[in-house]
């Protein structure tokens, strides 16, 4: 039954709905207005930096162009004069007999390298033979007390980098002796290198210590100083399995290194390397 007819008595006026297109109508509107209105526009990214660099660049190639220009008309300034007086010379050497002496091998060691290096090598132990053949595996035979530094290379492990590197040391020559004593095989060489500020002797010396480190036994890698205050030392090493007993020393005096080893089938006293290290150093 139809209540909005507002004739009927007692009947309350209902509101007329809306029609369904008014909300289509008014949603439409804003979305109009909104596409009229202009978006507002952004500054490109890296413009201010882009300014502030070229403002930069500016400056310096401007400041530079004003100061090379004053700098050029401007008069050049002259040097202040040396403080060192003139250098005099004598007109005559001086006599013979004015001269002073030459220094002595105590205080040039280089006195005593520049001979005959094999008169520095230590004497044959007593008991000792000489043996001219190598005592290392792959070892030359020594002639005539010298050996050269390709021959001395051939007693490591790797002759090609040994050899290689004692010629980067300006290695001078080699001298060397092989003795036998009751089973013993002791071999001394002498290394002289070319005087200089590489100071090769030490370098091989420090070398030669490492080597004889890694074949010590456990608590003894450091070795024995052959004489206090000197850096040379002595090694003791425990064979492997069918090798012999090996004991070896290291140290040089101003170019000259020596290196000098003992193998032998029973235990090796320290006291037999240590002692003949310590001769070979202080006939240098």
């Known amino acids: 039954m139809d209540t909005s007819d507002p004739s009927r008595p007692g009947a309350e006026a209902t509101p007329a709905e809306p029609p369904t297109e008014a909300p289509a109508e008014a949603v439409e509107a804003p979305a109009e207005a909104q596409a009229e209105t202009p978006a507002p526009r952004r500054r490109p990214r890296g413009l201010t930096t882009l300014i502030v660099a070229c403002a930069a660049l500016v400056g310096v190639v401007g400041g530079t162009a004003t100061g090379y220009a004053i700098q050029a008309e ?8 040396l403080s060192q007086a003139d250098l005099a010379y004598p007109k005559k050497a001086l006599p013979e007999s004015e001269r002073p002496a030459p220094l002595t091998a105590k205080h040039d060691t280089a006195v005593k390298a520049d001979g005959d290096l094999r008169k520095l090598l230590v004497g044959k132990p007593k008991g000792a033979r000489a043996w001219s053949m190598g005592i290392h595996r792959e070892g030359a035979p020594i002639r005539d007390g010298r050996l ?109 290194w020596f290196t000098m080893d003992i193998f032998d089938e029973s235990s090796i006293p320290r006291s037999t390397i240590r002692d003949l290290a310590r001769a070979q150093l202080d006939r240098l």
């Not at 401007?74 to 004069?81: I, Y």
């Not at 001394?188 to 200089?196: I, N, S, T």
């Open 74 to 81: 401007r008069k050049p300034t002259p040097l202040p004069a």
């Open 148 to 256: 050269s530094p390709g021959e001395f290379s051939l007693e490591y492990g790797s002759p090609a980098y040994q050899l290689e590197d004692l010629l980067d040391g300006e290695v001078r020559r080699v001298v060397a002796a092989n003795w036998l004593r009751d089973g013993q095989m002791i071999g001394v060489r002498l290394v002289q290198f070319r005087p200089g500020a590489l100071a090769a002797a030490a370098a091989f010396d420090r070398q030669s210590q490492g080597w004889a480190a890694a074949r010590s036994a456990p608590g003894e890698e450091s070795g024995w100083s052959v004489r206090p205050g000197s850096s040379a030392r002595y090694h003791v090493a425990a064979p492997e399995p069918g090798t012999r007993y090996w004991a070896s020393a290291s140290g040089f005096r101003g170019d000259v």
